[in-house]
């Protein structure tokens, strides 16, 4: 069973909007992570935001912020006032407690900055 | 910081030929590294995972004869793609975890900048 899922098809955002990309998730793990990685043309992945299953509040980090919904098991990273280069693609991750640390990646959005 | 490299950063070789890719953490010890594949406009699939000194835990469907790893150091894990043939092409990256993490499921992946691997 897939446990990662990101089903938006690719998008095309004006510079300076917010956008909201979209991960849901399966676990029987009470203890876990969830991860979003962006990946530009060059191929790296670039760590964008963590949020552990027990966290209280939502995750931030600068104009990356994590809305976590632990009841629907979604975890949808919003990107405020975007740029041309976060055009890329977006993966959503997630690594349980009993897996080992191995993270599952979800098939990716694609999001495409215009001016 | 966190800092990991791959070398090389691409590769073309003849089908038939092996290829070492190395993936080092540059200013950390990583206990655990990860080793992906992913084809054009698809996901990663993890393909293995290396731990210092032990033998690698290969995924289902992964060969370990036709993949190699070694994770000889703190700093060092080697993928070799041993008598690669044209469906080996592909996107070969790594990942590495700190050492001694602060614990559970917080520990970050930090991955290298990929190996693209083409095999004629």
């Known amino acids: 069973a897939q446990k990662i899922t990101q089903t938006q098809p690719g998008m095309f955002v004006q510079e300076k909007e917010a956008v909201t990309l979209d991960c849901t998730y399966d676990?029987?793990?009470?203890?876990?992570?969830l991860f979003w990685y962006k990946q530009p043309s060059s191929g790296e992945m670039i760590f964008l935001i963590y949020?552990?299953?027990?966290?209280?509040q939502n995750a931030t980090e600068g104009r990356y912020s994590l809305n976590f919904q632990k009841a629907r098991k979604s975890a949808n990273l919003v990107i405020s006032a975007s740029q041309l280069g976060d055009s890329a693609m977006y993966f959503c991750?997630?690594?349980?407690?009993?897996?080992?640390?191995?993270?599952?990646f979800g098939k990716g959005n694609q999001v495409v900055v215009i001016p | 910081g966190a800092v990991v490299s791959q070398h090389p950063s691409w590769v073309i070789c003849k089908s038939g030929t092996s290829v070492k890719i190395e993936c080092r953490s540059l200013d950390f010890q990583a206990t655990t590294m990860f080793w992906y594949r992913q084809f054009p406009k698809q996901s990663l699939m993890l393909m293995a995972t290396?731990?210092?000194?032990?033998?690698?835990?290969?995924e289902q469907g992964v060969e370990k004869d036709k993949f190699l790893i070694n994770h000889a150091s703190l700093t060092l894990s080697t993928l070799t793609v041993t008598s690669a043939h044209p469906e080996d092409s592909s996107f070969y990256i790594c990942?590495?975890?700190?050492?001694?993490?602060?614990?559970?499921?917080?520990?970050?992946?930090?991955f290298g900048p990929g190996t693209r691997l083409l095999v004629l």
């Open positions: 991750a997630m690594r349980e407690d009993r897996g080992n640390n191995r993270l599952a």
């Open positions: 290396s731990n210092e000194g032990s033998k690698a835990t290969y």
């Open positions: 676990t029987s793990d009470p203890s876990y992570g």
């Open positions: 990942s590495a975890t700190k050492a001694n993490p602060s614990g559970g499921v917080r520990e970050t992946q930090y």
């Open positions: 949020q552990g299953s027990y966290d209280q």
